[in-house]
């Protein structure tokens, strides 16, 4: 049974970091976490959910949405399976609870939920001064 389970979320006044950590186990098929791409999104209190970074298997090449590129940082460890989402500058609008999200193996990174059939059950991430 696939699990996702994400930490590191809280309460940051604005321009402030947070790091973000998912641990996975339990992936199908015998295939080790560094051919799954994994990813980020966030959904902020009364909008859609939203893809906000994702790194590719193997090497890892990564992709950010707009609003956070040159802030966040995507990164994976793979003999520890585990996801990092390093995020500098905070701002308010970065409040959303966070969800790790893990693809099929040698699939896509992209910002498609299709794309991603596991999920963690999220961690909240709040900036307010």
């Known amino acids: 049974q696939v699990q996702l389970v994400e930490s590191g979320g809280g309460s940051v006044q604005p321009g402030g970091s947070l790091r973000l950590s998912c641990t996975a186990s339990g992936l199908p098929f015998g295939i080790a976490f560094g051919s799954y791409a994994m990813g980020w999104f966030r959904q902020a209190p009364g909008k859609e959910r939203e893809g906000v970074s994702c790194?590719?298997?193997?090497?890892?090449?990564?992709y950010y949405q707009d609003s956070v590129k040159g802030r966040f940082t995507i990164s994976r460890d793979n003999p520890k399976n585990t996801l990092y989402l390093q995020m500098n500058s905070l701002k308010p609008e970065d409040t959303a609870m966070y969800y790790c999200?893990?693809?099929?193996?040698?699939?896509?990174?992209?910002?498609?939920?299709?794309?991603?059939?596991?999920w963690g059950q999220g961690t909240q991430v709040t900036v307010s001064s």
């Open positions: 999200a893990a693809g099929r193996p040698y699939g896509p990174c992209d910002f498609s939920e299709a794309d991603f059939p596991y």
């Open positions: 790194i590719g298997w193997g090497g890892g090449a990564a």
